[in-house]
C-alpha cells in the first residue's frame, strides 16, 4: 500500500488489510509505505489512528516507510492510493514485472482522497479503503 507521506491512507490500507487478512487465516505479508520520505519512522497521523479505531482496527504501532526499489522485490502487489502515487512509483521500476506489480488501489482509475487537509474525510475514506481491501483479499485470493 502506498500514498504520499505514509501517515494517512496507505497506514490506513496497510492495518485494515492486515486484519482482514489475519481474521480469514490467510499468511500473507501486508505492508505501507510513502513515495516521500518526510515522515520516515513516524506513527500514523492521529486521526487516522482514531478513525481506524472507531471501527475496531489497530494501526498505532505502525511505522512510516519510504518506498524504495527492493520493495519491488520484496512483494508480489504494490498498490498506490492516486495518480501521482502511480507515476512516482512507476518511474522506479526497471522492469516491465516491476511495472506490471503496480495498479491503483481503487477500481475504474478512481484514487483515494487524502484526508490530510480535511478532517471531515477522514471517516468516508477509511470505509472506502476498508470495502476495497475485502476486494483486494477476493481477488488475491483468487489468483493463489
Known sequence: ?????????????????????LEQGLNWEIASAGTGNWH??????A?????????GYDISRQCARHFNHSMFNMYDHILV????????????????????????????????????????????VMLEIEARCRQWIEIFKNQI
Do not use: Q
Open 40 to 45: 520516515v519512522g513516524e506513527a500514523p497521523d
Open 1 to 21: 500500500m502506498v500514498c504520499l507521506g505514509n501517515i494517512c491512507r496507505s497506514p490506513l490500507a496497510e492495518g485494515i488489510m492486515r486484519h482482514l487478512v
Open 47 to 55: 486521526r487516522s489512528i482514531a478513525i481506524a479505531r472507531k471501527y
Open 81 to 124: 492510493m492516486d495518480r501521482s502515487n502511480l507515476r512516482d512509483v512507476l518511474a522506479l521500476a526497471k522492469t516491465e514485472g516491476e511495472r506490471k506489480k503496480v495498479r491503483l488501489f481503487l477500481e475504474a482509475d478512481a484514487e483515494v482522497r487524502d484526508p490530510w487537509y480535511d478532517n471531515a474525510l477522514f471517516e468516508p
